[in-house]
């Protein structure tokens, strides 16, 4: 137990150095900016470093343990997120991953509460895995998903974004359906190996998921046609 308290230390102290930042309640703002940045030189210096030091394993949430010990709200959102196990269960149990509609050969995942994307990024790698890589093309496995926490958001975009993912991301309340941002990612050449570039949408109104997707990207995102 202490060896793995001192290494989950040495991980919160290494991924705040390439944050930049003194203090871990800093990460959410910051990474938020950084994925959100206009200077994608130094934006995909950052992304790879921490793919360094996570050993470049895409398979996994990199902010698991970290958010989950810094940032995860037990006491008001009762927040404790999938482990990694878990997510492969769940998406062994469900077959074809959890996605809720193809047509076209386009393959759109839903998930309505997806804290940092554990389960997203588990059902996107074994979905990789049963392609060659220069056959998979994001723009055909789309990502629709929400999270009610401010400060998980940042994480998810970036999880998204580091993976080259397309889609859109909701920070709402699926409950009631009151939308407070939206982000849409965009893989500008369709190449699995690039990361995703995070534009914050303006607000639309009346403000429902299927209007912003309709609105926003109507030829990419058919889910709720």
């Avoid at 076209?104 to 554990?118: I, K, M, S």
């Avoid at 723009?139 to 400060?151: F, Q, R």
């Avoid at 009346?206 to 912003?212: D, G, I, L, Q, R």
Wanted: aromatic share 10%.
């Amino acid at each position: 137990m202490m060896k793995s308290n001192e290494n989950m230390k040495s991980i919160l102290s290494k991924v705040n150095k390439i944050l930049g930042i003194g203090d871990s309640y800093q990460a959410p703002e910051r990474v938020l900016q950084i994925v959100l940045s206009d200077d994608k030189k130094e934006r995909n210096r950052i992304y790879q470093e921490l793919a360094d030091l996570f050993g470049c394993d895409y398979s996994k949430d990199w902010f698991f343990e970290y958010f989950q010990e810094e940032h995860a709200d037990r006491h008001q959102n009762k927040q404790d997120f999938t482990p990694p196990c878990i997510a492969s269960i769940i998406h062994h149990v469900l077959r074809e991953g959890y996605h809720v509609e193809e047509r076209d050969g386009r393959r759109v995942t839903y998930d309505p509460a997806a804290g940092t994307g554990q389960l997203l990024i588990r059902d996107w790698w074994l979905t990789r895995k049963k392609q060659m890589p220069w056959e998979y093309r994001p723009i055909d496995n789309l990502v629709v998903c929400s999270e009610l926490s401010v400060k998980t958001v940042p994480f998810l975009l970036l999880n998204l974004a580091v993976r080259g993912i397309c889609g859109m991301v909701f920070h709402m309340n699926t409950m009631t359906k009151e939308i407070y941002e939206t982000y849409v990612l965009t893989n500008a050449i369709n190449d699995p190996l690039c990361y995703s570039d995070v534009t914050l949408l303006e607000r639309f109104n009346p403000e429902t998921p299927e209007e912003v997707v309709k609105k926003a990207i109507p030829e990419q995102l058919t889910l709720f046609d």
